[in-house]
């Protein structure tokens, strides 16, 4: 073994957001540039003797990466490492192999839901031993150590071929390759009611999931068509590509239209679904009914005691918050817990560590549960599949019936994506600025309740995170939140959260954007948004 020392210089801007370090796969490519940052990880965690997970969604520079972490690996003395087969691992199924295996911990190649190819986006984030991601404590280490790290470690021995099961060495270090759908798959069958799940498509019961090119296609391709028996190809763009096919691999009414239009069509299937990226984010749909990722939350809340892995109840419901309070009406129905946390799927870890919240979701289309630490697409298509398979109705009348019961919330979120970042950062702080002067104030025939700036406190280890974004409440049952996107690459992402509470069964029909159009007219009045952003409308509406 040649272990060689290369001296560095840190690098600007490696700072972990929400969910790891993203930047264009052009910027990762740079000499040094994921060096500094996997050594800069190395120093705080202090690898050595260990085993870790490592894996990624297959996109542009993932094959090369994997092979510079693992020559790195070896040289700061990591014992082992689990590595997906062809360096494949979805985010969710990662998590479940550094449980299931009990791995110190695991590394994550993804930009999940960003656009890949050369000219796309690249992403790396590190899992703590639970299977969630680091918390802010071990990134602003890690971060920390970017700006002042001198020298990184590194391997001269090329890295085994990854291509085939089975093991290797690499230096001292052992490398694992494991069948990177076998582990998830038996966890999903411990959870959900197969059975009926295959009874439900041997009925006639049809679907299509859309995997987008992206890391799902092969795990769906085996649960759905292989063990649930579904047709062969309900499962659209199986084969994973380092492009995504030129898509891009966000599962919503914008980017997954063709299964949005074939959905809403007179030959539609009974149930569409899709997944993104790296699989930890999901869209449901039934024949002629979009479910948005809050309803959905809230609609599997109320029905997953129909599964197995969930038939004693739930200890309580998660959610991040500018995503809708349609699952803390469930959560009250149900006598649990209901918790709001900021943006970031490692503020759930702890709830779901200390067993206050059985499931988690984000309005951005990840929902999970305490199977993994990592929202999970397929799991929750799985769920719905479950719960469809026991209550045998169609989508939109499991919706019908939801709203019925706990009211609707009507829900969009608009994105301004590739804003000018200055501009972007002005116009949150002129309204954080403008915070205290807006009680009362009347708005696009709306009344101001409160607003504020949300801040979270831990109810278990009590750390805290401030600035989360702008909450606006009204006197009439609705809400607007304004935040930042922390996963883009390029200028800033404004987003726009708007929501109105409807308890009138007659008045559920409507069309969200109209039920939705005073909100969305006081949210553009008090921020200044098309002005301000020069975006007449928003790039993209969920």
């Given amino acids: 073994?040649?272990?060689?020392?290369?001296?560095?210089?840190?690098?600007?801007?490696?700072?972990?957001?929400?969910?790891?370090?993203?930047?264009?796969?052009?910027?990762?490519?740079?000499?040094?540039?994921?060096?500094?940052?996997?050594?800069?990880?190395?120093?705080?965690i202090d690898p050595a003797g260990k085993t870790l997970t490592l894996g990624g969604d297959g996109r542009y520079f993932n094959t090369e990466a994997i092979g510079t972490i693992l020559r790195m690996a070896a040289a700061n003395g990591v014992?082992?490492?689990?590595?997906?087969?062809?360096?494949?691992?979805?985010?969710?199924?990662?998590?479940?192999?550094?449980?299931?295996?009990?791995?110190?911990?695991?590394?994550?190649?993804s930009a999940s839901h960003n656009p890949g190819g050369k000219d796309g986006d690249f992403g790396i984030k590190y899992n703590i031993p639970a299977g969630g991601p680091a918390p802010e404590?071990?990134?602003?280490?890690?971060?920390?150590?970017?700006?002042?790290?001198?020298?990184?470690?590194?391997?001269?021995?090329?890295?085994?071929?990854?291509?085939?099961?089975g093991e290797a060495t690499l230096g001292d270090m052992v490398v694992e390759v494991i069948d990177p759908v076998e582990i998830y798959a038996e966890l999903m069958?411990?959870?959900?009611?197969?059975?009926?799940?295959?009874?439900?498509?041997?009925?006639?019961?049809?679907?299509?999931?859309?995997?987008?090119?992206?890391?799902?296609?092969?795990?769906?391709?085996?649960?759905?068509?292989?063990?649930?028996?579904?047709?062969?190809?309900?499962?659209?763009?199986?084969?994973?590509?380092?492009?995504?096919?030129?898509?891009?691999?966000?599962?919503?009414?914008?980017?997954?239209r063709p299964l949005m239009d074939l959905m809403m069509s007179?030959?539609?299937?009974?149930?569409?679904?899709?997944?993104?990226g790296d699989g930890d984010r999901n869209m449901i749909v039934g024949r002629g009914a979009y479910v948005t990722p809050s309803d959905s939350l809230a609609v599997l809340a109320a029905n997953a005691h129909l599964a197995p892995g969930y038939a004693d109840g739930l200890a309580g419901v998660a959610r991040s918050m500018p995503t809708s309070r349609a699952a803390d009406r469930v959560a009250l129905k149900l006598g649990i817990g209901a918790h709001e946390t900021p943006t970031g799927w490692k503020f759930f870890g702890t709830l779901l560590d200390a067993g206050l919240a059985t499931l988690c979701g984000e309005e951005s289309a990840g929902t999970g549960s305490n199977h993994v630490r990592e929202k999970d697409g397929l799991w929750a298509v799985l769920l719905w599949l479950n719960i469809l398979a026991v209550r045998k109705q169609p989508v939109a009348e499991i919706l019908k019936e939801h709203w019925a019961e706990f009211g609707r919330d009507y829900y969009s979120r608009h994105d301004y994506e590739g804003v000018d970042k200055p501009a972007a950062e002005a116009l949150m702080a002129d309204l954080r600025a403008g915070?205290?002067?807006?009680?009362?104030?009347?708005?696009?025939?709306?009344?101001?309740?409160?607003?504020?700036?949300?801040?979270?406190?831990?109810?278990?280890?009590?750390?805290?995170?401030?600035?989360?974004?702008?909450?606006?409440?009204?006197?009439e049952d609705a809400r607007a939140v304004f935040r930042l996107s922390g996963t883009g690459t390029v200028g800033a992402t404004l987003r726009l959260y708007v929501e109105q509470f409807e308890a009138d069964p007659a008045q559920h029909h409507r069309d969200p954007q109209e039920a939705l159009a005073a909100v969305i007219s006081a949210a553009d009045e008090l921020a200044g948004i098309a002005a301000r952003t020069g975006r007449p409308a928003p790039d993209v509406i969920t």
């Fill in 435 to 475: 915070l205290a002067g807006l009680t009362g104030r009347k708005v696009a025939g709306l009344t101001v309740r409160e607003a504020d700036d949300f801040a979270y406190t831990d109810p278990v280890d009590g750390s805290q995170a401030k600035s989360q974004g702008i909450r606006v409440f009204f006197e």
């Fill in 189 to 256: 069958q411990s959870l959900f009611d197969f059975g009926a799940i295959r009874e439900l498509f041997a009925s006639g019961f049809t679907m299509r999931f859309d995997a987008m090119h992206a890391v799902t296609g092969p795990y769906a391709t085996k649960i759905i068509e292989g063990l649930l028996g579904a047709p062969e190809g309900t499962v659209m763009n199986a084969v994973p590509l380092p492009d995504f096919g030129g898509g891009h691999p966000d599962p919503n009414p914008t980017y997954a």
């Fill in 79 to 109: 014992a082992r490492v689990v590595v997906g087969q062809g360096g494949i691992l979805s985010t969710p199924a990662a998590s479940a192999v550094i449980r299931t295996r009990k791995t110190d911990g695991g590394i994550i190649l």
């Fill in 266 to 276: 007179d030959d539609a299937p009974d149930f569409g679904a899709a997944s993104d």
């Fill in 1 to 44: 073994m040649s272990k060689t020392t290369i001296a560095t210089k840190p690098i600007d801007g490696q700072k972990p957001g929400t969910s790891g370090l993203r930047q264009q796969t052009a910027v990762f490519m740079q000499p040094g540039y994921l060096e500094n940052f996997v050594q800069s990880l190395f120093d705080v």
């Fill in 137 to 165: 404590a071990i990134t602003s280490a890690i971060h920390e150590r970017t700006t002042t790290i001198s020298e990184y470690h590194i391997l001269e021995e090329a890295a085994p071929d990854i291509a085939a099961l």
